[in-house]
C-alpha cells in the first residue's frame, strides 16, 4: 500500500486517460445535447425544464476541449464538473451508469496532476521558464495513487453497486444474467442466436460477470492481478459495445481501464513511432531569447523525434 501512496511513477498513462475520456464524454454531450427535448423538458418539445440547457452545451464543450489539449487545465476541470452536476443531475428521464463515471472521474480532474505531458500547460511552462543556458524540464512524475482512484471511482464502484442487485436476481445466480438481454431484439443490436445458444459458454460467461466484480474493487490494487483483470474487463466492455445499444458507456469502461495499462507498454508503444535518427536539422541562435523558445516549441510537439536541434555557436564548422 505504501507503493501506492508514496511511489512516483510516470505521468503519460493519466495524460492519455484524460485525452481519450474526454472525447468520449465531448461524444455524450452530443448525444445529450440530441435528445435534449425528450431527457429534460417537463413536456417535450413544449415545456422547457427548470433551466434552458441551450445555453450550457456551448460552455461545456470548451471547457472539454481545452481538458484535451491540457490548457488551463485546472480551471477547466472545475467548470466541467460544474456542468455533470447540472446536466446530469437534471436527467430524470433517463439515466445509466456511465453518469455516475462522468460525475466521479470528472471531480477527480480537478485534483490530479493531469497535465504535466502531452499537455499545452506543460508547453506554457516550459516557455515562461527556459532561459538562455538553460531549458525548464517540468516534473513528469506523478504518485502511483492517481491512476488508483479514477479506476476505483470508475469501475470499482460501478461494479460493487451493481452486485448487490445481481446476487438478488434469479437469473443472475442461475447464470443467464448476460443471455437474458441479450435475446431481446429491441435491447441488441445484433443477432448473436448461435452463441448465445451454447449453454456452458453463456453461464460461464455469466459467473464470471458475477465473480468478476465481485472481486475487481480488491484485486485490481495488486500488480500482479492487473493486467487479467484489464484482460477481462476490456472483453466485457467491447462485448457491450458490440451487443447494446449505448456505445459510449462500453468506452467510457475501456478508457478507464487505460489507467491499468502497464506503463511500459506505453514507452514501448510509443517508441515504435519514434524514428531511431532525426530527419531534420534545425540550426538556432543560442542567445537568442526568442530562438530558445521557438526550440522549446518544436521539441514540445517533436514526438516522433523527426528533429534535431542543434545551436550555431556550438556547430559552425
Known sequence: MSKILYKKIDNIGLSIFRIVFCFI?????????????????????????EIDINLIFPFWIASVIFLIFGVFSRYSAIINYLFCVIIFSSAHKFEYHAYFIYLGVSFLLIIMPISRTLSLDSLLKKIKYSTLHSKYIPDDKVLAVNYFIPVLMGLGFTYFDSIFWKF????????????????????????????????????????LVLIFETVFIFLFWFKSFRVPLLIIGVFFHLGILIMYPIPLFALVGIATYLLMVPLNWWNKLFKLFKFKKPKFIFYYDGECPMCIKIVVIIN????????????VQRHYS
Open 25 to 49: 464524454l465531448i461524444f455524450e454531450i452530443f448525444n445529450l445535447f440530441e435528445f435534449r427535448h425528450i431527457i429534460f423538458d417537463k413536456s417535450p418539445f413544449h415545456n422547457i425544464g
Open 168 to 207: 438478488q436476481d434469479d437469473i443472475w445466480i442461475s447464470g443467464l444474467g448476460m443471455w437474458l438481454p441479450c435475446n431481446i431484439p429491441p435491447v441488441t443490436r445484433i443477432n448473436a442466436s448461435f452463441l448465445l445458444n451454447q449453454e456452458f459458454l453463456v453461464k460461464f460467461l455469466g459467473y
Open 300 to 311: 514540445h510537439f517533436d514526438v516522433f523525434n523527426t528533429i534535431e536541434t542543434k545551436e
